[in-house]
RNA sequence: GGCCCGUUAGUCUAGUGGCUAGGACGCAUGGUUCUCAUCCAUGAAGCAGGAGUUCAAUUCUCCUACGGGCUGCCA
């Protein structure tokens, strides 16, 4: 077994997943989440979440219970946070004002950082001016003393900036990437507290990670081109930074950025769509990462056991959700009955197909019959449709396919006499078989002539579990009154003597 | 435009300076069978292209192409 250096190495490994409440939680976020918290369980170590709402344009309460409920759902428990509390409380960057700008004035003191005056209008007209984009032309930089103290005492608006060094490069080392290079000239003198007195995600981030002791950043790797940013506000503190992984993005089906024009992004799309959140946590799990040759299904403590940076992938991923759909199959047709039965309950329950007053094991037999037919938990809903419902739609296809015959009449009258002759008690798998292959013989017909006709004719579709599981679910009330029914709309009429 | 990151089948990936380049999803065919699903078996399908280093490159270097990201008082 390899030895994880990391763990022995540094014994406080912290991480934190930081969204930011602007939007609903995509599994992108729910990926990155998911490394870092596997990262932590597996090395012993804290997993935090924070929430960098410092946009307050942007900010949606909403966003904020969708990121938290998501989390949940998917099993990711954090141990220090907005709503747990910990040493390094709050837990909302929000409520942390003060600390940034504490720390946006140690800069402008230490000679870090400084006022600008300029108005977003000019640095509009700035950028429009511009041929190629080069950022802010740092007029404020070098304004003197009583310069900068008359706009204060004018009350003139201002943010503070970070005074970049304008030569050489920045330099830093991923975990997952290698050493990486930005040219000094490529950054700008970026915002560290903007007008509002709020900061921006770079002073924010920053300074907390440093405060809450972060040992490993794990973020997209959008956050590359920021990192320089980063290493060079830590680096202005007198702080030593953090370790950097930045993990592959996660594109849409087809390339291209993740949206709802893909189909589902959102995790709790995924959820109420009827995804399992152990199913959509191994198939995100192996989304830049690979548990190893041979090797796509792991329970979370597999997961735990066997997560490693090390074999974090570069590349960019595809969703895909052929793949996604398999493994919540296959997670479906492992759960016991019960459990099955209760997840699948709501489902059922909107569609009007069970009641408060329906016992949970009631459904047993017609679940266990849909379970190896379902990819979704809402697929029991039509999987099971037949089994629960006293009225069925039937397939049109099907009645034109299979009941359109003259022989199906006669078949089906026979059937239901036999049908009927059977006790309520006896109407089993085991006792219908004999019945139905006797009639088969009888008949002189084959049984895929008698089963066909039959089957629409009791489930309205032309494909469903076993025929003979099938009548027994339906029931000897049912499995009767639907054939009769068929009998009478869909089946050429025939002589009754035969 | 500039800068940065990346490139193994359609997709997710394993892998090595020398192997018939492995697995999974999907797809195709066959088996089981009353249909569907499951299950089993088999198959098609890949190292982006070009230089170089080397006895030998999918693996190392460079270039090109392609993909992605950043270039905000968003994160």
């Given at each position: ?11 406080s ?11 609903l939680l ?6 990155t989440?998911?490394f ?17 709402d ?11 219970r ?22 390094h409380?709050?837990?909302?960057q929000?409520?942390r004002?003060?600390i ?5 004035q ?5 000679g870090?950082?400084?006022?600008c ?6 640095l509009d007209s ?15 930089r ?9 706009e ?5 608006p201002?943010?503070?900036?970070f005074k970049?060094?304008?030569?050489g490069t920045?330099?830093f ?5 290698g050493?990486?290079s ?15 007195g ?6 924010a ?7 809450m ?6 973020r ?7 990192t ?12 030593s930074p ?6 592959p ?10 949206s ?5 992004a ?9 995804y ?10 192996l ?8 090797r ?16 974090v992938?570069k ?6 959700h ?7 199959a296959?997670?479906?047709r ?12 709501p489902?059922?329950?909107q569609?009007g ?10 459904i ?14 809402s697929?029991?809903?039509?999987q ?10 039937y397939?049109p ?9 003259h ?11 036999r049908?009927?002759a059977?006790?309520?008690s ?26 066909h ?5 009791v489930?309205?579709?032309a494909?469903?579990?076993?025929i003979f599981e ?18 009478e709309?869909f ?8």
């Amino acid at each position: 077994m390899p030895v994880d250096q990391s763990h022995t190495s540094s014994p406080s490994i912290r991480v934190r997943f930081a969204p930011s409440p602007t939007g609903l939680l995509h599994v992108g976020g729910a990926r990155t989440a998911l490394f870092n918290w596997l990262f932590a369980r597996h090395s012993g170590g804290t997993f935090i979440l924070r929430i960098e709402d410092t946009d307050r344009t942007r900010f949606d309460a909403n966003a904020l219970r969708d990121i938290l409920d998501s989390l949940r759902w998917l099993g990711l428990n954090w141990d220090e946070g907005p709503d747990v509390g910990g040493p390094h409380a709050p837990y909302l960057q929000s409520e942390r004002l003060h600390i940034y700008r504490e720390h946006a004035q140690q800069l402008l003191a230490s000679g870090h950082a400084y006022y600008c005056f300029c108005s977003p209008e000019r640095l509009d007209s700035l950028r429009s001016q511009q041929s190629i984009q080069t950022g802010y032309d740092r007029r404020c930089r070098n304004l003197s003393t009583s310069q900068v103290q008359r706009e204060l005492d004018a009350r003139t608006p201002y943010v503070i900036r970070f005074k970049m060094p304008l030569d050489g490069t920045t330099d830093f080392h991923d975990l997952i990437r290698g050493p990486i290079s930005y040219p000094n000239t490529q950054q700008d003198d970026f915002v560290l507290l903007k007008t509002d007195g709020f900061p921006t995600y770079h002073l924010a981030n920053v300074v907390d990670d440093h405060l809450m002791r972060i040992s490993h950043v794990l973020r997209g790797e959008e956050w590359i081109p920021s990192t320089p940013k980063h290493v060079r506000l830590y680096d202005a503190f007198g702080w030593s930074p953090p370790v950097f992984a930045h993990l592959p993005v996660i594109l849409a089906p087809g390339g291209g950025k993740l949206s709802k024009r893909h189909g589902a992004a959102a995790v709790a799309e995924y959820r109420a769509l009827g995804y399992l959140p152990d199913a959509l946590v191994n198939f995100l799990a192996l989304l830049g990462w690979s548990l190893g040759p041979d090797r796509e299904l792991a329970s979370r403590d597999e997961l735990i056991r066997e997560f490693s940076l090390e074999n974090v992938s570069k590349t960019a991923a595809q969703f895909n959700h052929e793949k996604l759909n398999w493994m919540n199959a296959t997670y479906i047709r492992s759960l016991p009955l019960n459990q099955l039965a209760a997840l699948v309950w709501p489902y059922l329950a909107q569609a009007g197909l069970v009641s408060d007053a329906t016992p949970l094991d009631s459904i047993f037999p017609a679940l266990k019959l849909a379970q190896e037919r379902m990819q979704l938990l809402s697929d029991a809903v039509p999987q099971m449709r037949c089994f629960l419902a006293d009225e069925i739609d039937y397939d049109p296809a099907a009645v034109k396919k299979f009941l359109s015959h003259h022989a199906v009449a006669s078949h089906l009258r026979a059937l239901m006499q036999r049908f009927a002759a059977i006790p309520d008690s006896h109407f089993t798998p085991a006792y219908l078989e004999p019945v139905i292959n006797a009639y088969v013989a009888e008949s002189g017909q084959s049984l895929k002539h008698v089963v066909h006709p039959l089957r629409v004719a009791v489930t309205g579709k032309a494909a469903s579990p076993g025929i003979f599981e099938t009548l027994a679910c339906i029931g000897k009330r049912r499995t009767i009154a639907r054939i009769a029914y068929a009998l009478e709309h869909f089946a050429p009429t025939l002589p009754q003597s035969q």
